[in-house]
């Protein structure tokens, strides 16, 4: 485990993911750089430099074979596991290719929660050894060991069985004995390869009293560097040479050996054998560590859920999910306490969830939201302390934020107090939700059901009454989540179905009356606003006191009747693309074209619009407005539109037609030096920090006096509206958050804004 200075200079790093890769340690290190500055021969050469360097290979080959108990078998270096991984699957499906039988229908099996590195190889080389073997993942139960049934139905025709011996997002180890014994009783003639990169240094193992052929090895996973591995292979089992060339590895593969990558992993070996004055920590110590971690998560996140069985894990991985908390959010949060860890599962373009996790048929919940920490044998007791320590600060900063509930009532009262416009988020929909912390009353639009929990949290920590929760209309692509919300708090409302209070007075709004409620001073009207749906809604907030003028409107939530990029979809059997004519032309007249609208759904991370900003890019909307085409013509163009919706793969329901004129803006990306340049001038720039609360809180820079999160970007925006010219640069930690609310602030015509590219983990 390393720790390092963090880039504020205030918290060490506390390294927990050791099964992504390790530090190389100090010894491993400085015998690697003996081994390039004095040991530096080919082991090839017949002279003195390169005999000693040989004798660095036979060394660590030796102790690589004591290790792991090959017996007569042989030990190959490679430059990691997934060159292992190739070595094993050519030579046993070069050898199975010459006893094809053409009546017999094969199979390739493998784990269903091994390293992709397997499953891709074995499509790979199939293809290009053209054998006609079907592949099949073996599935796992719930504890995510191997279906022996189904390993015992399809042993008798593979050519392959490819197994792990420990996972590395779970760290659940299989039964090899039971497997062997399955395999074996129904193939005594199949290859058989287990993937033992997360097994070394913490399982002991004897393969030659095994009948596994191929065995490969990563250093890079036990404290030795990037480059180096190596790979079992069984006495007589079939090898072919990945790598040709040169003849070096008694010409099994070749290419000048990686001596200092050997030099270090001979340390680590020595420590294994308890041959080097430093010794590894023991099982049984490493068990204490996972307790001490596993009691300090448990008090500091109550919600928190392990996703495997801690009876066939190794102790040195833990894999958790919090209920409430993305993988994603816990992530940023570990990290702003200079925790590393990583999220247990996989990103696509849209879902992020653990395959592993999947195939366990743990609940989608928990797959979504994996964190992953492991550490490795060289984990010390001052390192747990501190690691501790840090998640019990980690959730007061939850706490802090009204994102979690404090048990004890001190807590409650040291909180960051919300007040105005809060965006949530999932996927590509918004609830909104507005707070007057002076009267300690909040309003709640569009509710969706994913955080209803955590806006009753929010609610409850900040001491507010939910005035209403309303719907912009009945929603497609998801149920309000209105009565979860109001069961959660305990409260019982008299409305209409979208939530609009049964008895309200009425405003006058440029001549015409509308219904309104209060919240705090403020007024929110509602405006009936057919088109999209029949029962759409527009709700719209005025400062105190307003009466008549549009430009003086706070917000419009529009539902989805106006989006970002496009109009709101009218080709529901709901739907009423003449009314939207007419609703497009009055909401124009009420709001004007610079109130900033908060609709139902943000697909492109734009977070919100003006009329004026969307008349711009979407010529249908720009046609209503200035009258150019009557409600005939609109309804034409409007169902052309229509039709360029493509609902996602996910079958989500998309509300409008993208019409893909999401332009980049021109903003000016600082990195560290360039941005130091300009702060080091006399300027008027002010420095943003965008990340969440709770994540300031862990890291807060004194030169960073404002923190704006993406949740409060357009409550800021608002507030900003008249200092457009002002000079802006949004920092994150990544550089990617900081990026979108930069985009959208230059969208929205405030023309100096700039980010830290690369954000707060680049910047020195
Ligand atoms: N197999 C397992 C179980 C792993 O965890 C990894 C690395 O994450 C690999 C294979 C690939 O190892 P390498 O990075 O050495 O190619």
């Not at 004591?66 to 060159?83: D, P, R, W, Y």
């Not at 094993?88 to 094969?106: F, G, M, R, V």
């Not at 009565?483 to 409302?493: A, K, T």
Request: charged residues 15%; proline residues 4%.
């Amino acid at each position: 485990m390393s720790k390092q200075s963090s880039n504020t200079g205030a918290l060490s790093q506390i390294y927990l993911d050791s099964n992504a890769t390790t530090p190389v340690l100090p010894q491993a290190a400085e015998a690697a750089l003996a081994c390039m500055e004095t040991l530096f021969g080919n082991p090839s050469s017949s002279h003195i430099t390169g005999l000693r360097a040989k004798q660095v290979m036979d060394n660590t080959r030796r102790n690589a074979k004591e290790v792991i108990g090959a017996g007569q078998g042989e030990v190959i270096f490679t430059s990691g596991a997934t060159e292992g991984i190739q070595t094993a699957i050519i030579s046993a499906l070069h050898q199975a290719k010459q006893s094809l039988n053409p009546e017999t229908d094969y199979c390739v099996l493998y784990g269903a929660t091994e390293h992709k590195a397997v499953p891709e190889s074995l499509k790979h080389w199939l293809k290009v050894l053209e054998i006609d073997a079907t592949l099949m993942a073996i599935p796992v139960d719930k504890q995510g060991l191997l279906d022996t049934e189904f390993l015992a139905q399809h042993a008798p025709n593979a050519l392959l069985i490819c197994t792990m011996a420990v996972n590395n997002e779970t760290g659940v180890f299989q039964d090899l004995e039971l497997i062997e014994q399955v395999i074996r009783a129904n193939n005594p003639d199949a290859f058989w390869m287990v993937d033992c990169v997360q097994a070394l240094g913490k399982l002991n193992l004897t393969l030659a009293d095994t009948t596994i052929d191929y065995a490969p090895f990563s250093g890079h996973k036990l404290y030795a560097p990037k480059g180096i591995g190596f790979v079992y292979i069984r006495e007589n089992a079939p090898f072919t040479p990945f790598i040709a060339g040169g003849g070096q590895e008694g010409g099994l593969r070749s290419g000048t050996e990686n001596l200092p990558g050997m030099a270090a992993l001979n340390v680590v070996f020595e420590m294994l054998l308890g041959k080097h004055e430093q010794q590894f920590a023991c099982h049984e110590v490493l068990a204490g560590f996972r307790q001490q971690l596993t009691q300090a998560l448990r008090t500091a996140f109550p919600a928190i859920v392990f996703n495997h069985n801690f009876d066939v894990s190794v102790a040195t991985t833990l894999n958790f999910s919090i209920a409430g908390f993305s993988s994603k959010e816990m992530m940023d949060l570990f990290d702003a306490a200079n925790i590393r860890v990583s999220s247990g599962s996989a990103c696509s373009s849209k879902v992020t969830r653990s395959f592993v996790l999947d195939a366990m048929g743990l609940p989608a919940w928990q797959s979504e939201s994996a964190i992953r920490l492991s550490f490795g044998p060289a984990m010390t007791q001052q390192d747990v302390d501190a690691a501790c320590q840090r998640i019990e600060q980690s959730a007061a900063a939850l706490t802090h934020s009204c994102l979690a509930l404090a048990d004890d009532a001190q807590n409650m009262t040291d909180k960051a107090e919300l007040n105005g416009l809060m965006q949530f988020k999932v996927g590509g929909s918004c609830t909104w939700l507005y707070v007057d912390q002076q009267h300690k009353q909040a309003v709640i639009i569009d509710p969706l059901p994913q955080i209803s929990e955590r806006l009753a949290t929010l609610l409850q920590c900040q001491g507010l009454s939910l005035v209403a929760a309303i719907d912009t209309h009945g929603h497609a692509d998801h149920q309000s989540s209105r009565g979860e919300l109001l069961n959660l708090l305990g409260l019982e409302q008299y409305t209409d179905h979208l939530g609009w209070p049964e008895q309200t007075k009425t405003t006058c709004l440029n001549g015409q009356r509308y219904p309104y409620i209060t919240v705090g001073e403020q007024q929110l009207i509602a405006v009936p606003s057919k088109g999209h749906t029949s029962d759409s809604i527009s709700l719209l907030l005025t400062a105190p006191n307003h009466k008549e003028t549009a430009t003086k409107l706070r917000y419009a939530f529009c539902g989805d009747t106006i989006l970002m990029g496009t109009l709101g979809r009218s080709n529901f059997e709901c739907s009423d693309s003449a009314a939207m004519y007419q609703t497009l032309i009055q909401l124009e007249h009420l709001i004007g074209q610079n109130t900033l609208i908060c609709p139902s759904h943000d697909y492109n991370n734009e977070f919100t619009t003006t009329i004026g900003a969307e008349m711009e890019r979407i010529p249908l909307l720009k046609q209503v407005i200035e009258l150019k085409i009557n409600q005939a013509q609109f309804v034409l163009q409007k169902s052309q539109l229509d039709q360029h919706i493509v609902d996602s793969a996910h079958s989500e329901i998309i509300c409008g037609a993208l019409t893909g004129q999401c332009q980049q803006q021109h903003i000016t990306e600082y990195n560290a030096e360039t941005l130091a340049a300009v702060m080091d001038k006399p300027n008027n720039l002010m420095l943003i920090d965008i990340r969440e609360p709770h994540e300031f809180a862990l890291q807060h820079n004194a030169s960073f006096d404002h923190n704006v999160p993406l949740t409060r970007l357009v409550d800021f925006i608002e507030r900003q509206q008249l200092n457009k010219t002002q000079p802006f640069v949004l920092v994150c930690r990544s550089g990617s958050r900081s990026h979108v609310a930069a985009q959208a602030l230059s969208r929205l015509g405030f023309s100096q804004v700039g980010h830290l590219k690369g954000g707060y983990a680049l910047s020195a």
